[in-house]
């Protein structure tokens, strides 16, 4: 957020495929939260997040986060493929 070319409203992709330690659940929620408290400085924007097909459980926390952010302005999405993002 503090690079000269940033705009508010700007989409985002994480790609945490190659990842391979799960956050909990209290940690998920501290990063939510700290998402939803600078709203007004990112959003309106989607947020991508692709993990690796052969890790449910992140796959799982992700999808956790996309609930614990519906009705923010960050829409937050869980993808198993990077090339489904374009499909």
Not at 4 to 31: C, H, K, W
Not at 35 to 48: F, H, K, T, V
Not at 60 to 72: H, K, Y
């Amino acid at each position: 957020l503090t690079q000269p070319d940033y705009q508010r409203g700007f989409d985002f992709i994480d790609d945490f495929a190659v990842r391979i330690d799960v956050p909990s659940t209290s940690d998920l929620r501290n990063a939510v939260e700290f998402l939803i408290s600078r709203q007004e400085s990112i959003g309106p924007c989607r947020w991508a997040v692709v993990v690796h097909p052969q890790m449910p459980a992140m796959f799982g926390m992700i999808r956790m986060a996309e609930s614990l952010m519906a009705g923010s302005s960050i829409a937050l999405r869980a993808y198993a493929k990077l090339y489904s993002l374009v499909a």
